[in-house]
């Protein structure tokens, strides 16, 4: 199992990016996908999570409506589109798999929100 964030970078309050998480082998379209981030001295905190088919979707309460999780199964990626970013979006993004009992992440994508 691989799983590669990218998109990551420095971006000014306000601004936006999208997260790109690859994923290779396993089934991708029968899993759940969810994005996690780690900010500096805090805890990883789920972001948010998206069903196989893609047809539900769930979010962290504080970035309702800031963020939005996709996927495409047929380019077995998901994506985290984050608008209107403030600095406390600052952190590591992560995405993960759950296959049972078994978890996958990836390497992770740091997120800077700055001016």
């Known amino acids: 199992v691989q799983l590669v964030e990218s998109g990551g970078g420095l971006v000014q309050p306000g601004g936006s990016l999208r997260l790109s998480c690859a994923a290779s082998?396993?089934?991708?379209?029968?899993?759940?996908m969810s994005w996690y981030r780690q900010a500096p001295g805090k805890e990883r905190e789920l972001v948010a999570t998206?069903?196989?088919?893609?047809?539900?979707?769930n979010y962290a309460d504080s970035l309702k409506g800031r963020f939005t999780i996709s996927r495409d199964n047929a380019k077995k990626t998901v994506y985290l589109q984050m608008n209107s970013l403030k600095a406390e979006d600052t952190a590591v993004y992560y995405c993960?798999?759950?296959?049972?009992?078994?978890?996958?992440w990836g390497q992770g994508t740091q997120v800077t929100v700055s001016s």
């Open positions: 998206i069903s196989s088919a893609g047809g539900t979707r």
């Open positions: 993960k798999v759950q296959r049972g009992t078994v978890t996958s």
């Open positions: 082998g396993f089934t991708f379209s029968a899993y759940s």
